[in-house]
């Protein structure tokens, strides 16, 4: 998509190409390095970039005028790094944030690192100082490979201007291939400047270029028909599914084993919409915030079917009482996720999609020669009655009382268009969100679930909004997580991404206050934001170019949603006033066992009936 933006109207445009004169006849045409990244990029089919120029990475700006690179100016550099997040999440192609040297480099470590553990494939680009100057503590210097080297899949520092193209093929490799992830390429401004002559690497030089780089895909043959054997024998089997689903373009795939055989489903917060809520099989999510049913059905279950899941331990609550009595297939394209936290029976290494596709053959194989299936009815009865007795649930608010956040969610979830997109920030208002939509489309939710950063919601929206303009995205966003990042609404209007953003204010750090209510005898220690409606958020919105509507009670909630929905040539904002006391249930106490899990007040005195 060309960037259409005033400011790069094509009258003020100039080429930097080298002119024919400069050209040697009959011989490779002669680029920058900073023309040679710009058409690498081009020749990876990106299509939409988020960045922020400065002196080290300025060479490469001139040729992004001459680009069919749409370029996203955000207005700081983290901002790029998670719009690159957002993008990727649901368009599956990799993001990408360019940005200088030094303060702008360290900014994208947050990014990066949160690319890195929730696996989103991401290329991120950043200015050095000149070569000769590296090592001298020049002005806007840092040594960004080091930094960033545990937070990366691959970084380079390039060194020569010939370099360039083999450098970005690798890394988009890398960034798309086996377990996603990021990427980072530091380029020094004189390598930018100078000539090199243009190539474009083949598929098999960059695979020859990286020996030591094979990622396995097909799952081993044997341990594939030890799985399908153990799901056939299983009684009280719990499909796990994770992340990774979504990574290898696996629902159809799962979708078809869970129709096969007839299996429980829960989806962890990084699989939300990996399988539909709909489903009568989909038991939704588990974990610290899960639902009961979720979390006691793993507990309790004989065989976990762990797909493209990394038991993570907001998942598993105290690893030695996690699910005790069952066996484990794990697949994962990662081998080092095998054993890292619950040794497996099944391990099998591989993409998911295709292990899955392998697993159902081998099923299906069984079944034809006469095998049949332990009988899970009695599982499935038991689990349908764990759902009856322990849904989602909280008291509606009084009349005069302030909002509560869960009315807020259902009724954005019950008004919202069809293939909503929905990101959200960190805290409460992230596991409601989970909680009380309804997901029944894959990379329909984004959402920072590993390093867990606050401030991801709005740029991860903008990122979606740019990969899918036509979709309706809502940032849902708490208070907190919204006065860190919420600058980059000025990139929403100025860009042309109208975002829309539902802020639960309950002028708190919700779930630090949750926890110190909980858990430190309810002594609240520097989690209160607000005692005199400082920021206005209505007019902090406006002030950035968004609609912006308050809300403080029920009967306003649903029409200021409508509104919402209708605006669509800048961003909304809406702002609920919400109860500040209000918390999130279930909860496993960190460090605890799942069969501790706390349930909502209403429920407590049943928590015998999931034994």
């Given at each position: 998509m060309p960037n259409t933006s005033p400011r790069h109207s094509r009258k003020q445009r100039h080429t930097t190409m080298a002119s024919p004169a400069d050209q040697p006849t009959g011989g490779p045409e002669r680029l920058t390095g900073a023309q040679a990244l710009i058409r690498s990029l081009e020749k990876e089919g990106v299509e939409v970039m988020f960045g922020y120029p400065g002196g080290c990475i300025l060479p490469a700006y001139d040729p992004l005028l001459e680009s069919s690179i749409r370029h996203v100016l955000v207005r700081h550099e983290q901002g790029a790094g998670h719009m690159a997040e957002g993008y990727a999440h649901v368009?599956?192609?990799?993001?990408?944030?360019?940005?200088?040297s030094g303060p702008a480099a360290t900014n994208l470590v947050t990014p990066l690192m949160d690319a890195y553990m929730d696996s989103i494939p991401m290329v991120a680009i950043t200015g050095q100082v000149p070569t000769a100057a590296i090592g001298s503590d020049a002005f806007q210097e840092c040594d960004t490979v080091g930094?960033?080297?545990?937070?990366?899949?691959?970084?380079?520092?390039?060194?020569?201007?010939?370099?360039?193209?083999?450098?970005?093929?690798?890394?988009?490799?890398?960034?798309?291939?086996?377990?996603?992830?990021?990427?980072?390429?530091?380029?020094?401004?004189?390598?930018?400047?100078?000539?090199?002559?243009?190539?474009?690497?083949?598929?098999?030089?960059?695979?020859?270029?990286?020996?030591?780089?094979?990622?396995?895909?097909?799952?081993?043959?044997?341990?594939?028909?030890?799985?399908?054997?153990?799901?056939?024998?299983?009684?009280?089997?719990?499909?796990?599914?994770?992340?990774?689903?979504?990574?290898?373009?696996?629902?159809?795939?799962?979708?078809?084993?869970?129709?096969?055989?007839?299996?429980?489903?829960?989806?962890?917060?990084?699989?939300?919409?990996?399988?539909?809520?709909?489903?009568?099989?989909?038991?939704?999510?588990?974990?610290?915030?899960g639902n009961a049913t979720a979390i006691t059905a793993m507990?309790?279950?004989?065989?976990?079917?762990?797909?493209?899941?990394?038991?993570?331990?907001?998942?598993?609550?105290?690893?030695?009482?996690?699910?005790?009595?069952?066996?484990?297939?794990?697949?994962?394209?990662?081998?080092?996720?095998?054993?890292?936290?619950?040794?497996?029976?099944?391990?099998?290494?591989?993409?998911?999609?295709?292990?899955?596709?392998?697993?159902?053959?081998?099923?299906?194989?069984?079944?034809?020669?006469?095998?049949?299936?332990?009988?899970?009815?009695?599982?499935?009865?038991?689990?349908?009655?764990w759902q009856e007795q322990f849904p989602m649930t909280y008291a509606p608010s009084e009349p005069g009382e302030a909002l509560k956040p869960q009315y807020c969610i259902e009724?954005?979830?019950?008004?919202?268009?069809?293939?909503?997109?929905?990101?959200?920030?960190?805290?409460?208002?992230?596991?409601?969100?989970?909680?009380?939509?309804?997901?029944?489309?894959?990379?329909?939710?984004?959402?920072?679930?590993g390093l867990g950063t606050m401030g991801f919601s709005i740029p991860a929206a903008i990122g979606a909004k740019a990969a899918f303009p036509e979709a309706t995205v809502w940032a849902v966003d708490g208070d907190g997580c919204f006065q860190m990042t919420a600058q980059e609404l000025v990139t929403a209007t100025l860009e042309n991404l109208p975002i829309k953003v539902a802020l639960l204010n309950n002028r708190y750090l919700g779930m630090v206050r949750q926890w110190q209510e909980m858990f430190y005898d309810e002594r609240y220690s520097s989690v209160f934001l607000d005692s005199a409606s400082v920021p206005d958020f209505v007019m902090?919105?406006?002030?950035?170019?968004?609609?912006?509507?308050?809300?403080?009670?029920?009967?306003?909630?649903?029409?200021?949603?409508?509104?919402?929905?209708?605006?669509?040539?800048?961003?909304?904002?809406?702002?609920?006033?919400?109860?500040?006391?209000?918390?999130?249930?279930p909860m496993v106490p960190a460090g605890a066992s799942n069969d501790d899990v706390i349930l909502h007040p209403s429920q407590q005195d049943r928590k015998d009936h999931l034994k």
């Open positions: 368009s599956g192609k990799p993001g990408v944030a360019m940005v200088t930094i960033t080297r545990s937070c990366t899949k691959h970084n380079e520092l390039v060194m020569n201007a010939q370099d360039v193209p083999m450098a970005v093929r690798q890394a988009f490799h890398i960034a798309t291939t086996g377990r996603p992830g990021p990427t980072l390429i530091d380029v020094p401004k004189d390598v930018l400047i100078n000539q090199m002559d243009w190539y474009w690497p083949t598929d098999e030089e960059v695979l020859a270029s990286l020996p030591g780089y094979r990622p396995n895909v097909k799952g081993h043959p044997r341990m594939i028909k030890e799985a399908a054997k153990l799901i056939l024998q299983s009684e009280r089997p719990v499909v796990y599914a994770g992340g990774g689903i979504l990574k290898a373009r696996a629902a159809e795939a799962l979708a078809e084993l869970v129709e096969l055989i007839k299996v429980p489903v829960v989806t962890t917060l990084m699989a939300r919409g990996a399988f539909p809520d709909d489903h009568e099989l989909n038991l939704g999510m588990p974990g610290m915030h507990q309790k279950s004989d065989l976990l079917i762990a797909l493209g899941a990394r038991f993570d331990d907001r998942i598993t609550g105290n690893v030695d009482a996690f699910a005790a009595g069952a066996k484990v297939i794990h697949v994962d394209i990662d081998p080092a996720e095998q054993g890292k936290v619950r040794r497996p029976d099944v391990p099998i290494v591989g993409d998911a999609r295709l292990v899955i596709e392998e697993i159902i053959v081998e099923i299906k194989a069984l079944l034809a020669n006469g095998v049949t299936q332990a009988d899970t009815s009695a599982w499935k009865s038991k689990v349908s009655g009724q954005l979830r019950d008004l919202a268009p069809e293939r909503t997109i929905v990101t959200s920030g960190v805290g409460q208002h992230q596991m409601y969100a989970s909680q009380y939509w309804r997901f029944n489309h894959p990379y329909t939710w984004v959402n920072s679930g902090m919105a406006e002030s950035m170019g968004c609609a912006a509507i308050r809300v403080e009670s029920p009967e306003e909630v649903a029409p200021a949603i409508e509104k919402a929905n209708s605006i669509n040539d800048r961003p909304v904002v809406v702002e609920f006033r919400t109860e500040a006391a209000e918390g999130v249930f």
